[in-house]
């Protein structure tokens, strides 16, 4: 970088223009310091040498308080080369020295009082025409020779900092001008004064010349030294950035445990270092839906934190434990012989979590887990195998462990085998709908259908529908199959339709993950549209877990009844539907869960109940269907209770559609 472009970037750049002539200046009183100490024994030395000339001419007393002066301000100079720069500008209070602590101010001092002490020798030195009746004397030349190449010394050794130099030469040379050009005038000395005023302007101007040399040298150090300084910074803001990114990818920033990227980088290392058989637990919390749903994400978040300080203080040391991602949690360690059992871990964390939460009053978290025990090396799968054992506990109930086995085993095979095949299946419609006849109070009359989906896995057998539409959903097929089953609905429809039988209706199934993802409203009135079939022959049947979340399910519902579809609450009784929600939906039907109608006749809480749904029933204007009948016992304890519709195997097992289409033709010609 050239001088014209330090300024060019100064003027852009103040605060850099700043630091950088504070370095340049400290710098330059560096050399300073030294090039002082290197030229004061050659001053002093010739300031004895012109006394002794001075002795010999019979000007000793003269010549001895000139030395005096001479030597005093050598001293003082010297000490100021010695004595640390800070100390030496508290000091200087007469020169402006108010707050050590400015760097900058420190060495404008330091040059300042440099410059007051190079004048004061510069004085000094012109007082030896006192020495020589102003350069009249046979010493003369002598002195002259002194004073010219003393001068010339100081510009030698003040190329750093110029004010210096010209603050020593200045009066020594224009004495001897003031000298040469008023005592004794002549042509020759008016000739030597010229020369001489000539030489101390090449001298100002080589002291200048040499110290922006000086300076520009010391601007490419600073600046070099200053990018290599910012490249150091920059390289460790970088690193620690660096670090902080990896930190956050592998970490969860709420709980502070590993997150699921994390885990997955950990975990691998720690399998592969051990000898012993390896156990994975997968966790998951019960009821935490609905601390988020009651208390807000806020809540939430704080029992987060509070699950995750319980699960670190309850796991063993050796143990590896992360959060997976919501409510879910992992931890993986090695069946050492003296590791605590997993059985035995399961319970411990297991009552950690069911301890009360400060901020939820009358409420308590429990804990599913899914035990894996196994030397695979495979992370994934034991993540797999643990996650389908978790499920199974919490199919068991709250806060239980189950252990993954051959059962297991086998269920998640026909998952996967299911999840491969199912896309084909769909593709070569291996896929069946069947219908399952609803019948009306007197058990002979057809009320409709109940369409229900069946896959017989060239391996596995019959799969059940919850398994089809979970495993849909893994696959990303949920809106293909959905679209099966109201197409084959749709068919159904139609076939009445035209068999003259328009009072009859079918009902489908409509899973919560299917109105959680999927737009039903729009495919069923797409169906409706292309077939020209009255909405009121459909009825979407949907669970109770489904009706409790209103944001997912109420839209959809709302659009579809205000159609003329209607909507059915199924397996009614053995969730929490509200009867706020069986108005707000418009709900036409609810069907009681078989747990309640089978074996009715024997049991009389089973009865009350249905005697309840009976008469709200009437109040809220929806029919209720038991379903699960399957001996005469039952269907006349429905009929003394007045039930208005019924299914069961008592009536009729699901069919294929054609017979069920053989059905109704049937029952046409009776």
Sequence with gaps: MSHQQNSQASHTDPAHAVSLRQLIRSDQLMALRQTVLLSMPVNMLLGVISTFVAWRSGKLSIALIWLACSGLVNVLRILACRIPVERLAAALPLLGARTVGDGDRVTELNLRLHCILALMSGIVWAGVPLLCAGYTTPETLFYLTCVCGITAGAVTHGFAFARIPICFITPPLLSIIFCLATIETSATRMALAAAVLLYLAALIRGSKVSEGLVSHASALKNEATTAKQALEVAHQDLHRFAQKMQYQAEHDLLTGLLGRAGFMEVAPRMMARQEHALCMMFLDLDGFKVINDAYGHDAGDQVLVEVARRLQASVPETATLARLGGDEFVILYPLAPQAEPP?????????AIRQPFARLAHRHIGLSLGITITRSDDINEMLVCSDAAMYEAKRRGRNQFHVFNDDLNAHLQMKRDVERDLADALARRQLEVWFQPIIQHDGRTLDGFEALLRWRHPRHG???????????????????????IIGETGAMIAFLQASGRPDLRVSMNISPREMERISVDELVTEMLKSRQLPARMLEIEITEETALDLQAASQSLVALAMQGVSIAIDDFGVGYSSLGFLRQMRVSRVKIDRSFVTGLTEQTENQALVAAVLQLSGSFGFQVVAEGVESEDDLRTLQALQCHAMQGFYFSRPMPADQARRMVSALAQV
Excluded: M, N, T, V
């Design 462 to 484: 019959a799969i059940a529908p919850p398994d089809l539409i979970e495993i849909a959903a893994l696959a990303g097929l949920s809106e293909e199959l959905l679209r099966f």
């Design 343 to 351: 059985e035995q871990l399961a319970r411990r964390l297991i009552a």
